[in-house]
């Protein structure tokens, strides 16, 4: 059974960093890809970044360029987003979510952050206070 778990999230005042970590089981990590999402209250949810587990290759969208870093971790079979410079406008919930191979494979990394995640984890709570 895939399972994706987040953990990481809380309260940071504005300014502030926090790692969040998403840790897989259940599939071959090495296979997938693995992106980071957002859901701000009363706003659609927003894929921040993305990246392959076999080739390490990152991609960021607009939002999450130069403040967000995702990194990857095989051995632990653990995905990071590092969150600095905070803003109370990145108070959502964080998911993680994991792409198969076969969508991987034919998709480019900016269309499986708008719909080629096929797993999903249940979100850690992200609060900036301003």
Same mark, same amino acid.
């Given at each position: ?49 993305? #990246? ?17 870093? #995702? ?30 191979? #076969? #969508? ?27």
């Amino acid at each position: 059974e895939v399972q994706l778990v987040e953990s990481g999230g809380g309260l940071v005042q504005a300014g502030g960093s926090l790692r969040l970590s998403c840790a897989a089981s259940g599939f071959t990590f090495d296979d997938y890809a693995i992106g980071w999402f957002r859901q701000a209250p009363g706003k659609e949810r927003e894929g921040l970044s993305c #990246i392959s587990g076999s080739e390490h290759s990152p991609y960021y969208a607009d939002s999450a360029k130069g403040r967000f870093t #995702i990194s990857i971790d095989n051995a632990k079979n653990t995905v990071y987003l590092q969150m600095t410079s905070l803003k109370p406008e990145d108070t959502a919930v964080y998911y993680c979510a994991a792409a198969p191979p #076969i #969508i991987v494979e034919t998709t480019t990394p900016e269309a499986l952050l708008k719909y080629g995640m096929d797993y999903w984890g249940k979100g850690a709570l992200v609060t900036v206070s301003s």
